[in-house]
């Protein structure tokens, strides 16, 4: 199912509560089988999933209480909580909880959802004890200090205002304020400004004297771990929490609205935003399994109604998708997506005749079973990940009462008939209870015309590598945990071969090349795919493009079959290039809404005028009003090149088999050598600074350094500085966040190319705190240049880097991408090696070099973005 990634905090770990469908291939995983459960002598369940496949854990303490829990004076108070929970207690200080952490490679992090809130630390298994160390110290004996309770709520209140400058939020925020008329799901979980300010420590020690007690958690852990041991630390750690009586809430019933009812918000925005909201069933309710399979016939996928109507057929959508949010309370079926504000009135019309045409005439026999194979695939995906995992079983557990109701949610799923889907319709698709939102510039129309409307409706393991005939590397390696397999063939390509009369050329090639063969129309293509429960995508970057696929393992073959078709038989249509071209420009819009996202494309723009890095990765609305399909036609013929490429496959697969298979599907093509192309060094600019205006609630700042880049010899050290920097015990957010208050976002992050790299010092905050950003920014480089960095501050990053990179790997399509990418650009495809080895290697005195070579404050490009700011 697609959904936004804000609606699924929760809502998507629904649909990945599925399990062991022998006609899917789900009897091999036997997820709730291998859970081991147990009591401690505290009341705290412990739920264990022993997960093998790398050497990682996460760690979840989950607490029954989200802000569906809170009363309309306290809004805010769960997500505030979990804000402070992590800034001290009796024996530990903030900085010891995540520094303790990160000193293992590991992260800590927290977040809160309708209806309970999770903490949790992932990490590899090194961190294990520290995880139950810090997690039972934090959420059992929080101290709530009072000058980091004023800071934090100032970061939260900045949090609001960073919410406020994303569309998405905003309409989302909209949909549930507007969907439920009574029930505390219409609050925003981040709560007001005037309430989060009006908060007092007392009512933090209110909260959490009445909710958080052992036998209102469960503590669930995912990992490499002996069930001995983890017995035995979870005892330890979590035997003796302080007495605390659980606090009864009563939850009111929920009427809906009673009429249909319309809110337009008014934005300057490029794009069009809305969402069509129905009452749906809680997870509670045996239909709520339903409710996901509705979701993904109606507009789930490329071949489901919405999208083949509205999209392909009318083209009246950039994109439109469904999502049923089913949580504890009563939920909502969701329809959302992006468009021309002018066509939102026949959107409307023509997604009301899709919903009422399932409710009046229901669905086919091949509908239900590739929306079954869809949801339940992507359960098997979903179990790649430990962080999937445990809030699987954290879901399940809390919402439904015990994690085996997985068993019970794919138990309906199998079960479901064409004739349950219509009732479920029948129910929920009532035109009475429908709630719209729209976000744009302007209003089109009002209440009275969607009243119109509806009337009008209702009335109607180790890599093998060789080469094929063709040139083309393929490297394969096994991995028999999951029955899935990644592919990656992956080329050199992206911006830094694009220029300014063609950028945005591999975005076009690579979005379009999938959308027909010789033999097949882009609609067939999408239901083979949807039918194996596979995907086929094209991808660009900035230093690479390529096909990437993901594939069942029993359906391989299949998957294979039409990959080559693609891979050497694109159509490349009329037809596909125009219905295009408004997508490419979509991507533009929604860019120009994002202000870190228009702060990066200038701040690129701005140190690299007159060079390909300095190039808009999504593209350029001159090249997208003007390509043709022979641009592409020619793009195709110049740069796919097998020669110069690379093909990974990861995952459940007999190496001799898929040799041959290989061979038969992708031994094609003629025998091309060429020159390996080569971007021009990039020539840069004095360094300076850039204004750009933009009306939006914060300013973004960016302040950055030209490094070498991803190939130098001098990549790791820069990496470990970049770690350093940017995570939540780094000087950055320690001082300017936490100390100063001065926004929710500061950290700091890296550009990277062949030749040249940025690093950069970004912070998000009000516009009256611009200039203490920009001095605080270089009284921290100043700090770190005269006095370098503490070993303690080296280790924690290179352990922070040695994680992160490690649980990025899990999934077998994630592994295969990386393998393709480091074997093109030249490093070799087992760079994960050789790359633990070099950051082990970087010192003090390495770090304080890379510092005084390139942070220099004469060196520095800063670019300012927001309000009230003029231009150059």
Known sequence: MKKLAFLAQTLFFFILGVLMEPNFGFSSLDLTQKVKVHTLSSGLKVLF???????????????????????????????LIEHMIFKGTEHKKPEDISGAVEAKGGYINAFTSYDYTCYYVSGPTEVFETALEVLSEAVFHPIFDPNELSKEKEVVVEEMKMRLDNP???????????????????????????????????????????????????????????????????????????????????????????????????????????????????????????????????????????????????????????????????????????????????????????????KHFGISEEELRRAKTQVLSSFIYGQESTDGLSRTLATFELIRGTYKDIDWYVKQIERATPEDLQRLAEKIFNPSKLTVVFLSEKAFFGEEELRKIVEKEVLLEEAQVFRLKNNLKVILKPQKETPTVGLALVFPGGVRFENKGNNGLFQALTLIWTRGTKKRSAEEISQTLENLGSSIVGYTGRNTFGLKALSLSKNLDQTLELFSEILFDP??????????????????????????????????????????????????????????????????????????????????????????????????????????????????????????????????????????????????????????????????????????????????????????????????????????????????????????????????????????????????????????????????????????????????????????????????????LGPNVKSN
């Open 168 to 358: 998405y939020v905003v309409l989302y925020e909209e949909l549930m304020k507007k969907s439920y008329t009574k029930y505390p799901y219409r609050r925003p979980i981040i709560g007001f400004e005037n309430t989060v300010r009006s908060l007092t420590r007392d009512d933090l020690f209110y909260f959490v004297n009445h909710f958080y007690t052992p036998e209102n958690m469960v503590l669930v852990i995912v990992g490499n771990l002996p069930y001995d041991e983890v017995l035995k630390l979870s005892e330890k750690y979590f035997s003796n929490p302080p007495k605390r009586t659980l606090k009864q809430v009563v939850f009111p019933t929920e009427p809906y609205v009673e009429k249909p009812t319309l809110s337009w918000v008014e934005r300057k925005v490029k794009e069009g935003y809305f969402a069509l909201s129905f009452p749906a069933p809680s997870l509670k309710e045996n239909d709520a399994p339903l409710a996901d399979l509705l979701a993904e016939v109606l507009g789930g996928g490329e071949t489901s109604r919405l999208y083949l109507r509205l999209k392909r057929e009318l083209n009246l959508v950039k994109s439109i998708s469904a999502s049923a949010l089913t949580p504890s309370g009563p939920g909502l079926f969701e329809i959302t997506g992006t468009a021309d504000p002018q066509n939102f009135h026949p959107i409307l019309r023509e997604t009301l005749k899709e919903v009422l045409k399932i």
């Open 49 to 79: 999933f022993p997960y093998q496949r790398e050497r990682v854990v996460t760690v979840k303490l989950c607490v029954k209480v989200g802000s569906n829990y809170e009363w309309d004076e306290v809004a805010g108070i769960t997500h």
């Open 571 to 864: 159509s490349f249509s009329e037809e596909e290039c125009e219905k295009a071209k408004p997508e490419l420009m979509s991507m533009l819009h929604r860019q120009e809404d994002q202000p870190l996202s228009l702060a990066l494309k200038e701040f690129l723009e701005f140190i690299f005028p007159d060079h390909p890095y300095g190039l808009n990765q999504a593209g350029s609305q001159a090249f997208y009003q003007s390509f043709t399909c022979e641009d592409l036609r020619k793009a195709y013929q110049d740069f796919v090149n097998l020669d110069q490429a690379t093909l990974v496959v990861v995952g459940d697969f007999d190496p001799v088999d898929l040799k041959l298979k290989l061979k038969k599907y992708l031994e094609r093509g003629a025998l091309r050598k060429e020159e390996k192309r080569e971007e021009p060094e990039p020539l840069l600019p004095k360094p300076g600074k850039r204004f750009t205006p933009k009306e939006s609630f914060q300013t973004q700042v960016l302040l950055g350094f030209v490094l070498p880049g991803l190939l130098s010899p001098e990549r790791p050290t820069i990496e470990v500085l970049n770690s350093i920097l940017s995570g939540m015990e780094s000087r950055l957010f320690r001082i300017l966040r936490d100390e100063r208050s001065l926004a929710y976002a500061v950290t700091s992050f890296l550009v990277m190319y062949p030749k040249a790299s940025i690093f950069t010092f970004y912070i998000a905050c009000s516009p009256e705190k611009t200039d203490q950003a920009v001095a605080g920014f270089f009284e921290i480089l100043e700090k770190i240049t005269s006095d370098g960095l503490t070993q303690e501050e080296i280790e924690r990053g290179k352990n922070r880097l040695f994680g992160k990179y490690r649980l990025s790997l899990q999934s077998n399509i994630a592994k295969a991408e990386d393998m393709a990418l480091n074997e093109v650009l030249g490093l070799g495809w087992d760079y994960q090696k050789k790359y633990e080895e070099e950051i082990k290697k970087v010192d003090a005195e390495r770090l304080k070099d890379i510092i005084k070579k390139y942070l220099k404050k004469d060196r520095a490009y800063l670019l300012i």
